[in-house]
C-alpha cells in the first residue's frame, strides 16, 4: 500500500508559479508510474502530467504542455510539478496518483493509489 501527501498549493497571481510536491511511502516509488491530476469545482478530474519511473520519459496534457514540468526524485520518493504563468482556469484541487502499471495511460481510473490533494487558486 502506498501512501501519497501532496503540499506546495497555495493563492497565487496570475502569471505566478509554485511547485507541488508529493512524498511517498509504504510501496516502491521508483516501480510506479506517477501522475498528477486536478479537479475544480463541477469539473471532471483532469490529467496534468505523468513521468516514467525511471524519469526518463514525460507526458503533458496540451493545456498544460511548455507551462507544467513534471520531474521526480527517487531517492526522496518524491514527485514534483513546477507549474509557471499560472492563469485562474489554473485553480483546482490538484492530486498526484501512483501506477503500478508498466505503460503510460492518461486515466484517472488506471491509477491505483492517490494523495489528498492540495488545493491552488488564482486570482486575476
Known amino acids: 500500500q502506498v501512501q501519497l501527501v501532496e503540499s506546495g498549493g497555495g493563492l497565487v497571481q496570475t502569471g505566478g508559479s509554485l511547485r507541488l510536491s508529493c512524498a511517498a511511502s509504504g510501496g516502491t516509488f521508483n516501480s510506479y508510474i506517477m501522475g498528477w491530476f486536478r479537479q475544480a469545482l463541477g469539473k471532471e478530474r483532469e490529467f496534468l502530467a505523468a513521468?516514467?519511473?525511471?524519469?526518463?520519459?514525460?507526458y503533458y496534457a496540451d493545456s498544460v504542455n511548455g507551462r507544467f514540468t513534471i520531474s521526480r526524485d527517487n531517492a526522496k520518493n518524491t514527485v514534483y510539478l513546477q507549474m509557471n504563468t499560472l492563469k485562474p482556469e489554473d485553480t483546482a484541487v490538484y492530486y498526484c496518483?501512483?501506477?503500478?502499471?508498466?505503460?503510460?495511460?492518461?486515466?484517472?481510473?488506471?491509477?491505483?493509489?492517490w494523495g489528498q490533494g492540495t488545493q491552488v487558486s488564482v486570482s486575476s
Open positions: 496518483a501512483a501506477d503500478r502499471a508498466p505503460v503510460y495511460v492518461p486515466v484517472a481510473t488506471e491509477y491505483d493509489y
Open positions: 513521468i516514467s519511473w525511471n524519469g526518463d520519459s514525460t
